[in-house]
């Protein structure tokens, strides 16, 4: 059985924290993609108990399953956004339990996310339906499209079985860092590559079939996003990639080296990207121009959440809620403890983790900013390194939010009893 790694639970826990158009640029081919393979069936084995906890999937209180977050970000373009409201107001703990999890995705009632393997749970209870062998290490979010779970790996792409965890195919395209891949009427489009292995963005078929491969500079930072038809991805050499959907290079912006965040469009074309010295970029997608730039008074910016005409930031010592047509400042809520992950939104509500020691899931109201709920995690020993706060974005669904922490995953539904 492929476990989680030591570098593979740690990467998946710490992410789950000038314009030059270049139209000539060759693009790639398909050529010398490698065959999907289709083996290793699932295994329904049971993960050893956990410890018992309030509301744990022992004795969950159930919460409610009628809506779907199916990939990072919800939306391919990373929009990071819920239509209806998740936990607006107080909330109840329904279950919660330890397990070292990416940021999970729910689809048709299940809850799918990377622990040991790839593991289905029932979304209402948190209860194992089935867990799958990976061939691979993985640490990112899967996607769920057109009946497939895609899962990226260090060196390639698979997919699965929704249903039973059996596995579809397989195929290489390279290797390193992994993103969460992005699916758009079909197509899968994942992001790969660090340090030793230079940064790629690929698209494969519904069959698993690879049909194109472009090279980039610079180490990959973050997933991709598709954005109408460009794929937009962050280097870490200062570089926002435009990638046409066929795999043409199409622009390039430069942003601050070592930036992390991985982009977010808007449902219009736009795409919004925070850099490593603060400054937030509204883009066009289609060519790279830049709409707006303004410079926050904190670096280091996340993956951003797009929401109500706003665009919401975080990073490292607050949230910063930005006007999406011009970036003026709506407001800012500091945070106490580290740094602000990747905040999630719905229709009224920002919810985000604090990364710091006993970090807090907070609720802040997407209007003016003001604390709507918070809950603290506690920290956890993971082999000699103490990890702690909130490990990736919160998953909201309506009537429910997902949050994984250093001490594990916990599901809270509305306190006042309404779905």
Do not use: K
């Not at 691979?136 to 929704?162: H, K, N």
């Not at 942003?255 to 965040?261: F, P, S």
């Not at 066009?284 to 797009?306: F, H, K, N, S």
């Not at 509500?349 to 997407?366: N, P």
């Amino acid at each position: 059985m492929a476990r989680l790694s030591r570098r593979a639970l740690l990467a998946g826990l710490a992410a789950a924290a000038g314009c030059t158009a270049a139209p000539g640029d060759p693009t790639a081919t398909d050529a010398d993609a490698d065959a999907p393979t289709t083996d290793a069936p699932a295994t329904t084995e049971e993960f050893p108990p956990p410890s018992p906890t309030p509301g744990g999937p022992d004795s969950p209180l159930p919460l409610p399953t009628d809506t779907e977050w199916r990939q990072r970000g919800n939306t391919s373009d990373r929009r990071g956004r819920l239509d209806g409201t998740a936990v607006p107001t107080e909330p109840e703990l329904a279950w919660s339990f330890y397990t070292p999890m990416s940021a999970p995705v729910v689809a048709d009632g299940t809850l799918y996310g990377i622990e040991e393997g790839l593991a289905a749970r029932d979304a209402a209870t948190g209860r194992l339906e089935w867990r799958a062998e990976l061939s691979g290490e993985a640490a990112a979010a899967p996607a769920v499209a057109d009946g497939r779970l895609y899962v990226q790996r260090y060196t390639g792409m698979e997919a699965y079985d929704p249903d039973g965890g059996g596995r579809l195919w397989r195929t290489e395209f390279g290797g390193g860092g992994t993103s969460s891949p992005a699916v758009v009427d079909g197509v899968a489009y994942a992001a790969q590559g660090s340090h030793q292995t230079p940064a790629a963005v690929a698209a494969f078929g519904p069959g698993g079939e690879r049909r194109w491969r472009v090279e980039l500079d610079g180490d990959l930072r973050g997933s991709p996003a598709v954005v109408e038809d460009t794929v937009v991805v962050a280097t870490d050499d200062g570089t926002l990639h435009g990638v046409g959907t066929d795999g043409e290079r199409r622009w390039t912006v430069e942003v601050a080296e070592g930036t992390t965040a991985a982009p977010a469009g808007d449902g219009d074309g736009v795409v919004y990207v925070p850099d490593a010295d603060g400054v937030v970029r509204a883009v066009d997608a289609a060519d790279g121009t830049e709409l707006w730039r303004v410079t926050l008074d904190a670096d280091g910016g996340r993956r951003p959440a797009v929401a109500d005409g706003a665009v919401v930031v975080s990073t490292d010592g607050a949230v910063v809620c930005l006007d999406r047509d011009d970036g003026s400042r709506r407001w800012r809520t500091p945070v106490l403890r580290g740094s602000a992950g990747a905040p999630s939104a719905d229709d009224t509500t920002v919810y985000v983790g604090e990364t710091g020691s006993r970090g807090r899931i907070l609720a802040l109201d997407l209007a003016d900013g003001s604390e709507r709920w918070a809950r603290r995690t506690e920290d956890t020993a993971v082999s000699d390194v103490i990890v702690s706060g909130v490990q990736g974005p919160p998953t909201p669904v309506a009537g429910g939010v997902y949050v994984v922490a250093a001490d594990g995953i916990r599901a809270f539904r509305r306190g006042d009893g309404t779905a």
